[in-house]
């Protein structure tokens, strides 16, 4: 794309409303998709974050400060072309969820996951009828396939700009009950952050830090709370 490596060429920054839905226009000049497709939103409020994104920009354009408009291009130009794809990708995250996959040891972990998790796998359950399968150690275990189709049913019925922030959200927990916490509210995108990390973190706890994972972890949890605000971003 080539705005992408221009540098800010335009001075006002406009929310642009259509039968389809919401865009973003820089001097009356709609922004497309790397793909060249109208960057069409369903809500005011996805352009408007979008818009601001852009209005925001000095000089070069950099890309890793505009996540809501990552967000859209990758639902328009790549989800919504592969959808049942990117539904069982996402879905695939259930059948060996993070929550499932206990420590054997030491007694204090192990007492800390069953705490921290197992009201989240009794939520899908009575949420989503979707029981999962406990498991210790790495070998995999078999989820129900009836209990893991009742969570694709909710996965499949996103559109894709909402599949697209629940694919992060999933994909970065490595939990697809986490990631739909997120979404029903169940969680916040911290709280998500700090469940997901709980071994992690014990290991720290015990050992020490490393600064480069620190590093890493610190732009995976940005990136999770940006797909967090991404999914209240779709909501009608």
């Known amino acids: 794309m080539s705005e992408w490596a221009a540098k800010r060429f335009w001075t006002e920054t406009t929310v642009t409303e259509h039968p389809e839905g919401f865009g973003v226009a820089l001097d009356g000049r709609a922004v497309k998709t790397p793909a060249k497709a109208a960057l069409t939103v369903p809500t005011r409020a996805y352009a408007e974050a979008i818009a601001a994104e852009w209005d925001a920009q000095d000089g070069a354009i950099q890309p890793h400060t505009m996540p809501v408009t990552r967000s859209a291009n990758a639902a328009i130009d790549k989800v919504a072309h592969q959808h049942p794809e990117v539904v069982t990708h996402v879905c695939e995250f259930g059948g060996t969820d993070l929550l499932c996959y206990r420590a054997e040891a030491p007694t204090e972990l192990v007492e800390l996951q069953a705490a921290k998790w197992d009201p989240l796998l009794e939520w899908a359950a009575q949420t989503y009828g979707a029981e999962l399968k406990v ?3 790495i070998l995999p275990v078999d989820q129900p396939a009836d209990h893991l189709a009742r969570l ?12 697209a922030a629940l694919h992060d959200l999933v994909g970065i927990t490595g939990s697809l009950v986490l990631g739909l916490a997120v979404t029903r509210g169940r969680l916040s995108a911290e709280e998500a952050w700090e469940i997901s990390r709980l071994d992690e973190d014990w290991q720290i706890a015990q050992w020490g830090d490393d600064e480069e994972a620190a590093e890493i972890a610190a732009h995976k949890r ?3 709370c940006d797909a967090a605000r991404i999914w209240t971003l779709t909501e009608r």
């Open 152 to 163: 694709e049913t909710e996965v499949a019925n996103l559109d894709p700009f909402a599949l």
């Open 135 to 137: 498991t210790t150690g």
């Open 222 to 224: 940005e990136a999770l």
